[in-house]
């Protein structure tokens, strides 16, 4: 996803995998050694994994920068102590993907009273005043994409079955996909005619899909949340021998992209939750705290806020995607 | 086996003894609680390893590093405790350890067909090989365990305490399989508090004091009780029953048990006790005599009848309302019944009255130690230091304890079972002496025993029970063993 | 964890035997703790299977109640259901198992290694079993170690080996999906024989040589002498350590199945395949009637127990329900279930 | 789960027996046992935390030691070490609760509903720790009615529970997070008294609490009873079923209280708070010393063994080691503690 809009993308950012499209522009020239620190969920999961990775990659590629990541954990109890203890160690800036944004708004908001810029990646604090910069993943876009794209699909199948596989469903991200998908699909009087919720894990994918294709005997379109257990959902298909119908996948690893390239795989399309979030916010971090600035925009300072777009990737434009897409 | 000795962290359970066994005789241990008779045999048996000293077998020096080994070399063991697994069937339990089987898969028919021979040979073909173990009454279990010991053929066989939950019918039958295993030429080592039994079958007697050997193979025939007796305390104890019975000291009966029924268990009993008064219950082991006390205290929910103290009514099977009334119960089976094992002595004897020394909730464990002392004491529990783990315990010393936590407590009505099983003549004594005590003060008594002639010692008023019913209720006085014994054959057989 | 089920109709009469142990401990449990594991219990799981399918059939019709449909339960069940039956030992053994969740994602990860496939490919598939199930032996192996010669009580050992082996997996895979290529492989366990699917198969032999070596060995019986109590066993003369080494092996070596079959499921290796099995598996065991505490366990209802969880699910499925709604009446059907079985067993005993 | 760590040395001692009880029963052990958890277990965790401070000292250097860090090290250990020493009462009672964590999450759900907040916004923020306490307690009396009445095994009964509450908290909250808006609330319990955070005098109170009741009340040497030997106590007249009813209760009212004291910290109820928090309980229960089987346990030992976990935890983050590492680390850590502590009581024992 390296080369999306908007702008701050288009100094390249790396893919997942690290290797950096290298990053013109003055911004780069070394300047004090800053120190980041970053905290995710746990990293048992093929795109938290990218997410990490490619954070500590792009901290990498900066000698002025020290790196700080901290155990990546579910527990907000835990992600909240991390800040914590990073308030206490005085870094420069703090990079976070809440585990759950409201739960640690308050302690973000602590190290902006601390003084130190905080930058949020993907799942949004409850408070403006707990981040400086935002980088927000769209999950409602992502699921408005995947039902825009089935409704294309399904032209005027006004009966189509459509079925959703959701990640864990505990999850406030998880509810905005589906609130997403079912805006759309109502748009061209569609809806989720069959629900089923897995954990990101292959085999929660592959268990679920089993269930659910047996509970449908006859689909038009699936979407499935997540790549990382798309590939479960993938064997559960091809076990139970059925095609009658296309899927949509969520994420966009590099795998189902192999898929929508080869053209004869079920998946028809993915739609992109960029993975280089975290990339992009250490990098973001690092100008905060080096009072850069975003030299591609006029406007000196670093915006608040950053929506990253939710491209649907197709065979049309998979090319495109797959060289940085990541490896769930 | 020369000069053992056993130290466990804190006491020295064993401190050089001496014990010489020859083939084809029955060589008694004798013992108080506490002399280390159990631990001797671990050793020998493998079970623990000695300290110091040395093991010969057959003259050569052997090192027992585990039961298996032991086993190997043809020394099998009926231990105190009652060492079977619940889970698996009778059979099982008796070929645990050298099953019947060929390649790991287990031969069942064999196994069974076997298990019923020897249960057969100790007189026990009630007990079907199949039957689960954890359903059989602690004698049941005390069977399969003596057949185990037999189903190796074994040069010597160990048997600690083993007619401690027989009666004596199936004591008989135990001595005729020794008899039989002696003049096969097997050595056996046999442990029992009972003199009589020493008497009826011992040839030759090692005692034990304190961890120590006191006399080393004395010939039973030459050896008076009484010699024996001051050998084990060091002392004179006297073994008639604590003196006669004080007898009731009033009317007014403070238990009144009425149609008491569990049905499959026992059928309607109807009696009462007055203040002061013991009412004993003999019969065989099986009869249903535990049952019926325990469902008189309420452990057991009763199927009909009633229970009243001081005239007040028990609610049914519950055990709670039974000891506010003022009931109280030593259980047959001490440690699963009985004892919290990995706590101290004193809690273990304030158990029933912990609530009691405390003040809104709070306890006074100072008051509790203070009282669990002076009763350890007055029983000469040894050792009588009640910090101490009562898992640490011998047999005899635990039974014991039971005993003390209802004289803390203090009731109207005690009902024991088995109070002087495991326990030593000394101690016996001291047991019988407290009962006449606690019945001069006008508590009443409810005794179940499988010693007959300790029932009919002790208590007032008699009840035979056999197959759950009672067969027969009269004085003490007008009764004799041998009367018993056919009331219960009669019972068992109607 | 969030699997639990209608199961426990199954054992209620023995639930109250284990429970006793902590909470009271009546005559008449004493005399069905006597009775063991008989008929009863397996009556009511039976019973609990049925009012399932009944269920599911008034509701679903013949999209339940189907011979395809019955075969995805039967897959479903096949992996969590190898894993319990290992599990059984274990913790009839008296021990716990909380690793065999973590190991199994470590075993698909080490059997789809880029070296490991490349071997296969050189070779044959088998050495991607043999891979899963080396590795499983090993952990199960270093957990047995731990638990009878080191002392560490089984809960704690099997907990470290849980937290060590998905980290590892993570190292090993850089947390990345592994793909299987060799298609031999998949073929092979995604294959069915006579229209019944091969791990289906493959879950039916592990469930009947469970049963057997449980039953009608002298492995499975000193596998309840240790757990029953272990001072008789040794006193008997058993070995109690190399036993307790052995169950934990086995049990290990069941993960290792298992992870081949998770694997031919997914066609792919992951190190979160597996989280929170373990306690799917305990769930199973002990709903099927074996005693927590150790001392008595039994196969033929765990195998119950396990096809009551999935049966349970594919019934939410089928009705779409939605996830939360599921959990709830899950929680609610558990109890009820025990309860009502309560019932049935007191009545029995009159 | 994840939480684990060198606590073990703690209790080598300890696990011996309990785990002897599974393994093998030599006389040492039965004295072991016997010796109870006396000093050398205390003087074993202690060892345990001194050995990670120095380590986090010597790798972090003031970073690690300094006041701020320690005051972060409790308030992260405030909430589980809260929920831990309910559950220690449990453990000791001789049953096991799996739904502290998923009733803790459906606490904070319902003290932060739209309802609750209004009537919380009319009268006093009290409204909503009463309604978490009441939420805690009310789960743990059906618990505890299920356990002694109802004679289910505490696993199962447990294992419903949390299933169940988990549902209902994501019914109640649509999934969503429910922020705090009543700032009266936040102000009280994010504030401090003498520089201390409140939620970590909380969790000394409850400490000190927790400590009086099982070691100086009639409550407390009940539980012993109950879990040492439930038809020992039951002949005693001791009213097990009631004393296990109130066990679970009193579990459940810690619970209620650690909700407050999440909510505090995150200023939001969720319906996936505290998920695992059973395992990493239970984890520093029985690391601290406790029995598994019940019959005897320890606060102490449960503090020691909470904090362990977390300076550990602590330690590897300021150390800023992969997480994969961590777990690996971790895992060895712990076994690593168990086994030194084994030599370690060996020792002292000759
Ligand atoms: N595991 C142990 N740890 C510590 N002390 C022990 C242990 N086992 C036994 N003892 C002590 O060793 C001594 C001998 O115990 P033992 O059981 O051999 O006595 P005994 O002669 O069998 O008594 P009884 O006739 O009551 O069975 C007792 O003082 C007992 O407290
Ligand atoms: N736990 C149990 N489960 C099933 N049956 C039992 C159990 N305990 C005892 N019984 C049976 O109940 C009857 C009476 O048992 P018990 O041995 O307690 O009678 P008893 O007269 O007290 O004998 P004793 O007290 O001498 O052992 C016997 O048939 C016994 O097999
Ligand atoms: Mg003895
Ligand atoms: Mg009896």
């Given at each position: 996803?390296?080369?999306?809009?908007?702008?701050?993308e288009?100094?390249?950012?790396?893919?997942?995998?690290?290797?950096?499209?290298?990053?013109?522009?003055a911004?780069?020239?070394?300047?004090e050694?800053?120190?980041?620190?970053?905290?995710?969920?746990a990293?048992?999961?093929?795109?938290?994994?990218?997410?990490?990775?490619?954070?500590?990659?792009?901290?990498?590629?900066?000698?002025?920068?020290?790196?700080?990541?901290?155990?990546?954990?579910?527990?907000?109890?835990?992600?909240?102590?991390?800040?914590?203890?990073?308030?206490?160690?005085?870094?420069d800036?703090?990079?976070?993907?809440?585990?759950d944004?409201?739960a640690?708004?308050?302690?973000?908001?602590?190290?902006?009273?601390?003084?130190?810029?905080?930058?949020?990646?993907?799942?949004?604090?409850?408070?403006?005043?707990?981040?400086?910069t935002?980088?927000?993943?769209?999950?409602?876009?992502?699921?408005?994409?995947?039902?825009?794209?089935?409704?294309?699909?399904?032209?005027?199948?006004?009966d189509?079955?459509?079925?959703?596989?959701a990640?864990?469903?505990?999850?406030?991200?998880?509810?905005?996909?589906?609130?997403g998908?079912a805006?759309?699909?109502?748009?061209?009087?569609?809806e989720?005619?069959?629900?089923?919720?897995?954990?990101?894990?292959v085999?929660?994918?592959?268990?679920?899909t089993?269930?659910?294709?047996?509970?449908a005997?006859?689909?038009?379109?699936?979407?499935?949340?997540?790549?990382?257990?798309?590939?479960?959902?993938?064997?559960?298909?091809?076990?139970?021998?059925?095609?009658?119908?296309?899927?949509?996948?969520?994420?966009?690893?590099?795998?189902?992209?192999?898929e929508?390239?080869?053209?004869?795989?079920?998946?028809q399309?993915?739609?992109v939750?960029?993975?280089?979030?975290?990339?992009?916010?250490?990098?973001?971090?690092?100008?905060?705290?080096?009072?850069?600035?975003?030299?591609?925009?006029?406007?000196?300072?670093?915006?608040?806020?950053?929506?990253?777009?939710?491209?649907?990737?197709?065979?049309?434009?998979?090319?495109?995607?797959?060289p940085t897409a990541?490896?769930? | 086996?020369?000069?053992?000795?056993?130290?466990?962290?804190?006491?020295?359970?064993?401190?050089?003894?001496?014990?010489?066994?020859?083939?084809?005789e029955?060589?008694?241990?004798?013992?108080?609680?506490?002399?280390?008779?159990?631990?001797?045999?671990?050793?020998?048996?493998?079970?623990?390893?000695?300290?110091?000293?040395?093991?010969?077998?057959?003259?050569?020096?052997?090192?027992?590093?585990?039961?298996?080994?032991?086993?190997?070399?043809?020394?099998?063991?009926?231990?105190?405790?009652?060492?079977?697994?619940d889970?698996?069937?009778?059979?099982?339990?008796?070929?645990?350890?050298?099953?019947?089987?060929t390649?790991?898969?287990l031969?069942?028919?064999?196994?069974?067909?076997?298990?019923?021979?020897l249960l057969?040979?100790?007189?026990?073909?009630?007990?079907?090989?199949?039957?689960?173990v954890?359903?059989?009454?602690?004698?049941?279990?005390?069977?399969?365990?003596?057949?185990?010991a037999?189903?190796?053929?074994?040069?010597?066989?160990?048997?600690?305490?083993?007619?401690?939950?027989?009666?004596?019918e199936?004591?008989?039958?135990?001595?005729?399989?020794?008899?039989?295993?002696?003049?096969?030429?097997?050595?056996?080592?046999?442990?029992?508090?009972?003199?009589?039994?020493?008497?009826?079958?011992?040839?030759?007697i090692?005692v034990?004091?304190?961890?120590?050997?006191?006399?080393t193979s004395?010939?039973?025939a030459?050896?008076?009780?009484?010699k024996?007796?001051?050998?084990?305390?060091?002392?004179d104890?006297?073994?008639?029953?604590?003196?006669?019975?004080?007898?009731?000291?009033?009317?007014?009966?403070?238990?009144?048990?009425?149609?008491?029924?569990?049905?499959?268990?026992?059928?309607?009993?109807?009696?009462?006790?007055?203040?002061?008064?013991?009412?004993?219950?003999?019969?065989?082991?099986?009869a249903?005599?535990?049952?019926?006390?325990?469902?008189?205290?309420?452990?057991?929910?009763?199927?009909?009848g009633?229970?009243?103290?001081?005239?007040?009514?028990?609610?049914r099977?519950?055990?709670i309302?039974?000891?506010?009334?003022?009931?109280g119960?030593?259980?047959?089976?001490?440690?699963?019944?009985?004892?919290?094992?990995?706590?101290?002595?004193?809690?273990?004897?304030?158990?029933?009255?912990?609530?009691?020394?405390?003040?809104?909730?709070v306890?006074?464990?100072?008051?509790?130690?203070?009282?669990?002392?002076e009763?350890?004491?007055?029983?000469?529990?040894?050792?009588?230091?009640?910090?101490?783990?009562?898992?640490?315990?011998?047999?005899?010393?635990?039974?014991?304890?039971?005993?003390?936590?209802?004289?803390?407590?203090?009731?109207d009505?005690?009902?024991?079972?088995?109070?002087?099983?495991?326990?030593?003549?000394?101690?016996?004594?001291?047991?019988?002496?407290?009962?006449?005590e606690?019945t001069?003060?006008?508590?009443?008594?409810?005794?179940?025993?499988?010693?007959?002639?300790?029932?009919?010692?002790?208590?007032?008023?008699?009840?035979?029970?056999?197959?759950?019913?009672?067969?027969?209720?009269?004085?003490?006085?007008?009764?004799d063993e041998?009367?018993?014994?056919?009331?219960?054959?009669?019972?068992?057989?109607? | 964890?969030?699997?639990s089920?209608?199961?426990?109709?199954?054992?209620?009469?023995?639930?109250?035997?284990?429970?006793?142990?902590?909470?009271?401990?009546?005559p008449?449990?004493?005399a069905?703790?006597?009775?063991?594991l008989?008929l009863?219990?397996?009556?009511?799981?039976?019973?609990?299977?049925?009012a399932?399918?009944?269920?599911?059939?008034?509701?679903?019709?013949?999209?339940?109640?189907?011979?395809?449909?019955?075969?995805?339960?039967?897959?479903?069940?096949?992996?969590?259901?190898v894993?319990?039956?290992?599990?059984?030992f274990?913790?009839?053994?008296?021990?716990?198992?909380?690793?065999?969740?973590s190991?199994?994602?470590?075993?698909?990860?080490?059997?789809t290694t880029?070296?490991?496939?490349?071997?296969?490919?050189?070779?044959?598939?088998?050495?991607?079993?043999?891979?899963?199930?080396?590795?499983?032996?090993?952990?199960?192996?270093?957990?047995?170690?731990?638990?009878?010669?080191?002392?560490?009580?089984?809960?704690?050992a099997?907990?470290?080996?849980?937290v060590a082996?998905?980290g590892?997996?993570?190292?090993?895979?850089?947390?990345?999906?592994?793909?299987?290529?060799?298609?031999?492989?998949?073929?092979?366990?995604r294959?069915?024989?006579?229209?019944?699917?091969?791990i289906?198969?493959?879950?039916a032999?592990?469930?009947?040589?469970?049963?057997?070596?449980?039953?009608?060995?002298?492995?499975g019986?000193?596998?309840?002498?240790?757990?029953?109590?272990?001072?008789?066993?040794?006193?008997a003369?058993?070995?109690?350590?190399r036993?307790?080494?052995?169950?934990?092996?086995?049990?290990?070596?069941?993960?290792?199945?298992?992870?081949?079959?998770i694997?031919?499921?997914?066609?792919?290796?992951?190190?979160?395949t597996?989280?929170?099995?373990?306690?799917?598996?305990?769930?199973?065991?002990?709903?099927?009637?074996?005693?927590?505490?150790?001392?008595?366990?039994?196969?033929?209802?765990?195998?119950?127990?396990?096809?009551?969880?999935?049966?349970?699910t594919n019934?939410?499925?089928?009705?779409?329900?939605?996830?939360?709604?599921?959990a709830?009446?899950?929680?609610?059907?558990?109890?009820?279930?025990?309860?009502?079985?309560q019932?049935f067993?007191?009545?029995?005993r009159?």
């Amino acid at each position: 996803t390296g080369n999306e809009p908007p702008a701050p993308e288009t100094e390249a950012a790396p893919g997942a995998s690290g290797e950096s499209t290298a990053g013109g522009g003055a911004n780069d020239e070394v300047g004090e050694t800053v120190t980041i620190g970053f905290s995710g969920p746990a990293a048992g999961h093929g795109w938290i994994g990218a997410i990490t990775q490619g954070a500590q990659n792009e901290a990498d590629r900066y000698e002025d920068v020290e790196f700080r990541l901290s155990e990546g954990t579910d527990d907000v109890n835990a992600q909240i102590a991390q800040i914590q203890q990073f308030i206490n160690d005085g870094v420069d800036a703090i990079v976070v993907l809440p585990f759950d944004g409201a739960a640690l708004t308050a302690v973000a908001t602590e190290a902006m009273e601390a003084g130190i810029p905080v930058v949020n990646v993907d799942r949004e604090f409850s408070s403006p005043f707990a981040a400086r910069t935002t980088v927000l993943g769209d999950n409602y876009g992502m699921g408005v994409s995947a039902g825009q794209y089935i409704c294309e699909q399904l032209e005027g199948q006004s009966d189509a079955v459509v079925a959703e596989i959701a990640g864990i469903d505990s999850l406030p991200l998880t509810q905005d996909r589906s609130a997403g998908f079912a805006e759309a699909l109502g748009d061209c009087g569609l809806e989720v005619s069959n629900r089923v919720a897995a954990d990101f894990t292959v085999a929660g994918g592959e268990s679920v899909t089993a269930g659910l294709l047996q509970a449908a005997p006859q689909i038009d379109a699936i979407w499935n949340h997540d790549d990382d257990q798309g590939v479960g959902v993938l064997a559960a298909i091809e076990n139970a021998g059925r095609s009658e119908f296309f899927m949509v996948g969520g994420a966009g690893s590099a795998n189902m992209m192999r898929e929508i390239q080869s053209g004869d795989s079920v998946v028809q399309a993915t739609v992109v939750y960029p993975s280089t979030q975290a990339a992009d916010g250490v990098r973001l971090a690092r100008l905060l705290a080096q009072q850069k600035g975003m030299s591609d925009l006029v406007q000196f300072e670093v915006p608040r806020e950053i929506q990253l777009f939710a491209p649907v990737v197709t065979q049309d434009n998979v090319e495109q995607y797959l060289p940085t897409a990541f490896e769930s | 086996m020369n000069g053992i000795v056993k130290v466990f962290p804190g006491v020295r359970a064993l401190d050089g003894v001496d014990l010489h066994v020859l083939p084809g005789e029955v060589h008694c241990l004798l013992g108080q609680n506490g002399a280390g008779k159990s631990t001797l045999i671990k050793t020998l048996a493998g079970a623990h390893q000695p300290t110091e000293g040395e093991i010969r077998w057959k003259g050569e020096v052997v090192k027992l590093t585990s039961t298996a080994a032991a086993l190997k070399m043809g020394i099998a063991t009926i231990f105190q405790e009652l060492d079977v697994v619940d889970g698996l069937s009778v059979a099982e339990n008796i070929f645990l350890g050298n099953e019947l089987a060929t390649g790991g898969v287990l031969k069942r028919s064999e196994a069974n067909r076997r298990a019923k021979e020897l249960l057969a040979r100790l007189g026990h073909s009630e007990i079907r090989p199949g039957r689960l173990v954890g359903s059989l009454s602690a004698a049941g279990k005390q069977v399969v365990q003596m057949a185990r010991a037999l189903s190796h053929d074994a040069q010597l066989i160990i048997m600690d305490e083993p007619s401690a939950v027989l009666d004596q019918e199936e004591v008989n039958q135990l001595f005729r399989v020794v008899n039989t295993l002696r003049d096969a030429g097997v050595a056996i080592v046999y442990i029992s508090h009972r003199l009589e039994e020493i008497r009826q079958i011992g040839d030759r007697i090692t005692v034990l004091k304190d961890g120590r050997t006191v006399a080393t193979s004395l010939a039973v025939a030459d050896t008076p009780t009484a010699k024996l007796i001051s050998l084990m305390t060091g002392r004179d104890v006297v073994t008639n029953f604590g003196g006669d019975a004080v007898g009731p000291q009033s009317e007014t009966p403070v238990l009144e048990v009425d149609g008491l029924a569990l049905a499959g268990t026992f059928e309607p009993v109807t009696f009462s006790v007055r203040p002061g008064e013991v009412v004993g219950l003999a019969g065989l082991v099986g009869a249903g005599r535990s049952e019926i006390i325990e469902t008189l205290y309420g452990a057991r929910r009763a199927t009909a009848g009633t229970v009243k103290v001081n005239g007040k009514a028990l609610r049914r099977g519950s055990v709670i309302d039974a000891v506010n009334k003022g009931i109280g119960l030593a259980p047959e089976e001490r440690k699963s019944q009985g004892l919290l094992l990995d706590q101290p002595i004193y809690r273990n004897i304030t158990l029933s009255t912990f609530a009691r020394f405390a003040k809104l909730g709070v306890l006074d464990e100072r008051a509790e130690r203070a009282a669990a002392k002076e009763q350890a004491t007055a029983l000469q529990l040894a050792p009588p230091d009640v910090e101490r783990n009562i898992r640490t315990l011998s047999g005899g010393n635990q039974q014991k304890a039971m005993l003390a936590r209802w004289l803390v407590h203090g009731c109207d009505v005690l009902l024991l079972d088995e109070p002087t099983r495991g326990v030593d003549v000394g101690a016996r004594a001291e047991i019988y002496a407290l009962i006449r005590e606690l019945t001069r003060r006008g508590t009443a008594v409810v005794l179940v025993s499988s010693e007959i002639e300790e029932v009919l010692g002790l208590a007032d008023r008699v009840m035979v029970v056999a197959d759950g019913r009672v067969v027969h209720t009269g004085p003490a006085t007008e009764i004799d063993e041998h009367k018993v014994l056919d009331l219960v054959m009669e019972g068992a057989h109607a | 964890m969030s699997s639990s089920s209608g199961t426990t109709t199954a054992t209620g009469a023995d639930q109250v035997s284990v429970d006793a142990n902590q909470g009271e401990a009546t005559p008449a449990r004493k005399a069905k703790l006597g009775g063991g594991l008989g008929l009863g219990q397996m009556i009511g799981l039976v019973v609990a299977l049925v009012a399932l399918i009944i269920v599911g059939t008034v509701t679903a019709g013949d999209r339940f109640l189907s011979v395809p449909n019955f075969l995805v339960i039967l897959e479903q069940a096949a992996v969590i259901g190898v894993i319990s039956i290992g599990v059984t030992f274990v913790i009839t053994s008296g021990g716990i198992d909380l690793s065999v969740g973590s190991v199994m994602g470590l075993a698909t990860i080490w059997a789809t290694t880029w070296a490991t496939q490349n071997l296969a490919g050189e070779f044959h598939w088998i050495v991607m079993v043999l891979t899963a199930l080396a590795v499983g032996g090993a952990a199960g192996l270093i957990n047995g170690l731990l638990v009878a010669y080191g002392r560490v009580v089984s809960f704690i050992a099997t907990l470290a080996m849980l937290v060590a082996a998905r980290g590892l997996a993570e190292i090993i895979s850089g947390r990345q999906t592994q793909v299987i290529t060799d298609r031999g492989f998949l073929d092979f366990f995604r294959g069915d024989i006579l229209g019944i699917p091969m791990i289906v198969w493959m879950f039916a032999v592990v469930a009947v040589i469970g049963w057997f070596l449980f039953n009608r060995t002298t492995f499975g019986r000193r596998t309840i002498a240790v757990g029953g109590n272990p001072e008789a066993a040794r006193l008997a003369g058993i070995n109690v350590k190399r036993h307790t080494m052995w169950v934990f092996t086995l049990a290990g070596l069941c993960v290792g199945i298992a992870a081949t079959m998770i694997l031919a499921r997914t066609t792919a290796g992951s190190s979160s395949t597996g989280s929170l099995y373990e306690l799917d598996a305990i769930a199973a065991v002990v709903i099927g009637g074996t005693l927590l505490v150790g001392g008595r366990g039994t196969i033929v209802g765990t195998v119950l127990g396990v096809l009551v969880f999935q049966i349970l699910t594919n019934v939410f499925t089928q009705n779409n329900l939605d996830s939360s709604v599921q959990a709830v009446a899950k929680g609610a059907i558990i109890v009820a279930a025990v309860l009502l079985q309560q019932r049935f067993a007191t009545v029995k005993r009159r």
